[in-house]
């Protein structure tokens, strides 16, 4: 069994609890939120216990991996502070926002060869998963494009927007990952940014729309597409082409109903509302692959490494949409 | 070029005589109607001749083919003297209500080796044909399970259903048609009819709506259901099942557009109509085929005995539903 | 929290303990199996104990809800000593293979107005609950057919036919449930069945494919087709026609990853493989039903009179496939 | 009747020639071609003249219509003698491969207020069309997002690649006209070019892949994928996202049939495989759009300008894929 403490207790670092709780191998030994009500309500929920400080949690010897879903702008030091305390890390996404500070805080702990996972949850989606190893496995042949359709349902808070580090840090981000899982890595961005939807966001100086076609190391075209609103749910889908196929990951839903009537016929349900549905499954298997590493020692699939990496490619993006240049990345 | 005389001027001969006009190998030399309007109608449409009867029809040495499409009751005459005037003779489904005077005009015409075909136009819809096809050719292994759904848009006028010899050998006869294309010879019936939609249908005497098993010679199992209405178009499926695989064949939609809203995703247009419009393809490939076998001498693929054999099952069909018992045709 | 017994730890008798074990307001307090050893796995499994016998189970205060997953013949017996121990029964299909017993088992029990709930697990599919849900809601109107497709991957041990009662009571018997939770009462049943597939399976006398066809006491039409094995995976799928639109619940693939490739284009993944994976949400909604009565008092939506109501179904249709003879059930 | 000439009798103009054949309205009086075998093969086929000069065409007063199907080279010559004799245009795209050619045409012909119609075909497919139509009459909001996916079956021969002007010219062109035909006029540019597929093609200069993002006067974004081979066919999808929904037009296929096996189910048939078969009803909608232009005097939705202003999209993806730069278009 390995402990684990949950460091940050809203919504995500809640749900990130309850898998650890329900990890047969896992052993929830504490929670912490600066909030210490937060703590209180989940550590009371998943019979664990609320810890008083994050110095506590690092002196606890149970403790043999902390799962960091607090705010973003702490990562970067928690990570560190774990690592030292010899603690294994698994952080939510991103890393920071600021590349000096990331590369910063890996400099000091390289040395340690930490084991540190970020939590780019969609590498684990089942669908994602098949899809890239169908790929490896030679189904399509080269990959020459990659397509991925990514739009949140609804936008975020005026709140959260500016804390975010906008759009491309916030939410491109993960299908930067993603263009990373499936086409390698990546040396030539375009970026256009819009705003066609949330006047607060505009307001904010940020975008609430965004295309981005890129260029990867093998040659592979890649698109991504984001809004920040979208009327059907949850719009999660990728696309992969190769020289002898092609390979489509399509959203995901509720049930399996097809309404016909005199409107309309092969009716579905809505897409899967957010990530805690959609990716419920993702954040498990996310969960289980840490626990494993942890336990063999092997390196995360999703590494501090691939946190960077995506920084720096919604760093090229922002410059790419301001600038109107191709930005290269090699 | 071969000469054809379309008789009979509705809905559906003026639809063939236009299939005939249009096709490069086909020559529309003539039209007839009882009612002669129709046939004038049609053949200044098409810049074709309205014959004044059926003798000048049979006696133009120009028409080597006759298209029957005029009233059922008037079919096996119209073959019958087509045959004897050496006409080659395509004849609209069923070739009659009564299966005696289907028997005793196949006596009379039988001595001439006539070719007689009969418009089973599913035989020749380009994914019930692939089906087919791919059934033999070994694709699913040893056919087990035939289901085929039939369901009209709109339940016929009163009129039409007095004389239309009731579902089973007006609208099921087509499907039964598809069961032995799909599944070979019946040899047990199993028939359940019911009253679910149309007063006025009730009150003649006849159902509106459907369920029949049947077991072929090989042993497979057939399912047929029957709605004389259907809220999304016309819907025409089968779906056959095989010791290694399965195939279907879906309905038909005038475009591939998929809507997603708020409400429904991937919600697709109505199926397409009916007959006439879902079966275009599968018209002009039935008369693509017939004036195959006129050229080649060739046997049709849906001959006399087709038309026959499919009304030999309506009549088990209905003696089933009234007694409840199965019915053995072997 | 409900203190539970799971009795039975075959396979699906641990798979239930584990749901049990990981219900939020359930207690898995002990594990019972005529095999010891099979007890003490699970339990050691769970983190709970293993009963040495029935007696110990039904005496435990603890011990508020038994859930009987051992072999069909223990059903009645069980039930029986659970109701009358004062516990609430949760008990896998079928009750028994012998109405007579079942009929007797109940009257022994009646006048304690039981909690039995029947493991008709269907009912309690994500997509099977939101078609009746969307039916009774009204959106296609008056049930007029419903269509039942249900084919396992592969046919049972030779040694599981022998004690199984045969296709109708033990595999169709969740599709007679299904015609009942979507058509209502059935009054009119025609069965055919067929061996198509394991010669083991008609030496033993029983049939491995069925069609049925029935009518419900509403006037709707009923459809199962039934083959103890399926290429492609486990079939699971229903149609309901309505007089103003259908509703369909289609299989449940692992992955939304539909392939491209020169052969083919939008193949996905086989239907998932068998109960256990298909049914996995089903199981434990079933399960929370369960505890919303046991908390609440409420009447099962599956209970006693349903699993009856099955096993009837069943005969009727052994009646009918033997004697080709229609069989009502008024 | 429309009198018609059809010039090139190549592969596509002999299929305009049967389209024109085959329309109630129209007449086919004269085929030409440079090479006068082809436009006899054309001519007698079709039952129709030939014609031994481009003079004898336009002195003919029958012909009131000329269908120019002709090499690129000579399109704007013709659109202006055959204007100045007084004829209604209808030319295949492009227009030219020289936007001042382009524009120098016009100026020569604008006076005298011509119908001259641009062979974008894909603006009449009944799906596509059906997409335009339903966003324009709100079914989806203002339009925010348009992808399109447009791909060919296999590359062009080498010799063809040479005149053809590049990929954005010759392919990219009509899915530029898409674009505006769903988004109206674009403002910017950026355009990514690869070489993925075909040694001759990088040979040649000329790129046989790429990416595009636009943004249109509207505020709406827009991608473009290309690619000069296809495993699976033509591929030839458009979405179009907007602020309630989003509508998608997907692939054909020949058949409806969906095959299950042990290794894949869902399959169908290949998209269907290049432009003749993939968009032969576009390309009869087309000609009777254009037929309706001549009888009433119309402007036709693909003029003259949509022809410029594709071809000037085309310009900016080269300069934007060589520069690395955004290009404006206002």
């Known amino acids: 069994m390995i402990g684990f403490a949950v460091i940050g207790c809203g919504r995500i670092g809640r749900m990130h609890a309850r898998n650890v709780r329900a990890h047969p191998r896992a052993d929830l030994v504490a929670c912490y939120d600066i909030a210490s009500q937060a703590a209180a309500e989940t550590a009371a929920e998943l019979g664990s216990a609320a810890a008083r400080s994050i110095e506590e949690v690092l002196a606890n010897p149970r403790i043999r991996a902390v799962f960091i879903a607090s705010s973003t702008d702490t990562h970067t030091d928690l990570i560190e502070r774990s690592v030292k305390a010899g603690k294994a890390v698994m952080c939510e996404k991103p890393?920071?926002?600021?590349?000096?500070?990331?590369?910063?805080?890996?400099?000091?702990?390289?040395?340690?060869?930490?084991?540190?996972?970020?939590?780019?949850?969609?590498?684990?989606?089942?669908?994602?998963?098949?899809?890239?190893?169908?790929?490896?496995?030679?189904?399509?042949?080269?990959?020459?494009?990659?397509?991925?359709?990514?739009?949140?349902?609804?936008?975020?808070?005026?709140?959260?927007?500016?804390?975010?580090?906008?759009?491309?840090?916030?939410?491109?981000?993960?299908?930067?990952?993603?263009?990373?899982?499936?086409?390698?890595?990546?040396?030539?961005?375009?970026?256009?940014?819009?705003?066609?939807?949330?006047?607060?966001?505009?307001?904010?100086g940020d975008f609430d729309a965004a295309m981005l076609i890129m260029r990867a190391a093998s040659g592979a075209l890649v698109h991504i597409n984001n809004s920040r609103r979208c009327a059907y749910g949850y719009d999660q889908r990728i696309e992969v082409f190769g020289a002898t196929g092609m390979l489509q990951a399509h959203n995901r839903?509720?049930?399996?109903?097809?309404?016909?009537?005199?409107?309309?016929?092969?009716?579905?349900?809505?897409?899967?509302?957010?990530?805690?549905?959609?990716?419920?499954?993702?954040?498990?298997?996310?969960?289980?692959?840490?626990?494993?590493?942890?336990?063999?020692?092997?390196?995360?699939?999703?590494?501090?490494?691939?946190?960077?990496?995506?920084l720096r490619l919604a760093d090229a993006a922002i410059e790419s949409a301001e600038s109107g240049r191709a930005v290269r990345l090699a």
């Not at 669908?127 to 080269?142: K, P, T, Y």
């Not at 092969?266 to 509302?273: C, G, K, Y």
């Not at 805690?276 to 996310?286: F, L, V």
């Open 95 to 204: 890393v920071d926002l600021d590349l000096a500070r990331v590369d910063a805080c890996w400099q000091r702990i390289a040395d340690l060869k930490p084991l540190v996972m970020i939590g780019f949850n969609r590498r684990f989606d089942p669908s994602f998963r098949a899809v890239r190893a169908r790929v490896a496995a030679g189904e399509i042949g080269a990959v020459e494009q990659v397509v991925i359709t990514s739009r949140d349902p609804a936008p975020p808070a005026a709140a959260y927007v500016a804390v975010s580090g906008g759009l491309f840090r916030d939410m491109t981000i993960h299908d930067f990952d993603m263009a990373r899982y499936l086409a390698g890595d990546i040396v030539e961005m375009r970026a256009m940014g819009a705003n066609l939807i949330a006047p607060e966001i505009r307001a904010a």
């Open 253 to 310: 839903h509720d049930t399996t109903v097809e309404a016909w009537g005199a409107g309309a016929t092969h009716a579905r349900d809505r897409a899967q509302d957010f990530f805690i549905a959609r990716y419920a499954e993702a954040y498990r298997a996310e969960l289980d692959h840490f626990i494993d590493c942890v336990e063999t020692g092997a390196a995360p699939i999703a590494g501090f490494a691939e946190g960077r990496e995506a």
